[in-house]
């Protein structure tokens, strides 16, 4: 997801240096800049909730084996 965030920036900041694309470039350059920032607090977000998942699950588990 990063990956393709950081070309829309690239993309973006290419589109600016072309003089009849130049706020195309700028908004598309700006919209890559700003995924690629909130992309790990998305991350974040889904393993924190991925986590407690694997959690309990393990705990049931273990109460499992050692219940028989």
Same mark, same amino acid.
């Given at each position: 997801m %990063? %990956? &393709?965030l950081c070309v829309? +920036?690239?993309? !973006?900041?290419? $589109?600016s240096m072309l003089t009849p694309y130049?706020?195309? !470039? &700028?908004? &598309? !350059?700006?919209? !890559?800049i700003a995924g690629t920032g909130?992309?790990?607090l998305i991350y974040r977000a889904v $393993?924190?909730?991925e986590k407690v998942k694997v959690e309990d699950r393990v705990m049931e $588990? +273990?109460?499992r084996i050692i219940n028989g």
């Amino acid at each position: 997801m %990063k %990956k &393709i965030l950081c070309v829309f +920036s690239a993309a !973006g900041m290419c $589109l600016s240096m072309l003089t009849p694309y130049f706020v195309q !470039g &700028i908004v &598309i !350059g700006l919209a !890559g800049i700003a995924g690629t920032g909130v992309t790990p607090l998305i991350y974040r977000a889904v $393993l924190q909730r991925e986590k407690v998942k694997v959690e309990d699950r393990v705990m049931e $588990l +273990s109460q499992r084996i050692i219940n028989g």
